[in-house]
């Protein structure tokens, strides 16, 4: 039973749902989210135990340092959501032939979706303790898997994904080392309702897009029911496992 979770990202539709779900099932749990701005509609019931660290940026590393010593201050977590991520955004989106690689476009994608989730890791995974469960998932995405990819297309975001996967499993077998009894896997929430899904959801098939609270509660029960033998792979919302 969670008693202290951070969720890194919890402005987005997932994080929000995430933080919310776990104020939920876990009442007696204390929750730290990380986020760019203030966010409101928490209840007053969960204000005592619900700890805000605004003016994140996943592009400032400093910042990102500073959050994760804030999310450590009441002890070592037992539950870590990093829920960061871009798809598309000002001037860019997913290319759909070589000839749309934007080096600028790239760049930017590689930074929200590789290097800050990287950083997140960097800061936080060394300041944890070296006895005591924890588990800890990074959002990912099935195209990240280089055997699974049938379509082509979305190179940026597909790379960073790969890299990013490939990140998870790296830093786990590190955390290991250090602490046998922590787990780090990837996620993949499936399709969203979410902006960031919202451009290309007309391909997605019937009952496929799923709402951001069923899909927290989802990528939370797999989360939970992760043990060191899961650590440093990535896993869908239903729990199956995703091959790289």
Known sequence: MPRNITVIGASGA???AFAEQALDRFPDAILHVVSRSEMGGFTTKHSQRLYQHCGFDLENEALVEAACKACLADGQPDLVLIATGVLHGDGFAPERRLQDLDPSAFAKVLALNLIGPSLILKHLLPR?????PVRIGVISARVGS???NHLGGWYSYRASKAA???MVKSASIELFRRNKEAVLVGLHPGTVDSALSQPFQKSVP???LFTPAHSAACLMDVLLSRNVRHTGRCYDWAGKEIEP
């Not at 944890?128 to 005591?132: K, P």
């Open 146 to 148: 280089i055997s699974d």
């Open 14 to 16: 997932i994080g929000r």
């Open 206 to 208: 019937e009952g496929k």
């Open 128 to 132: 944890l303790d070296r006895s005591g």
């Open 164 to 166: 990013l996967n490939m």
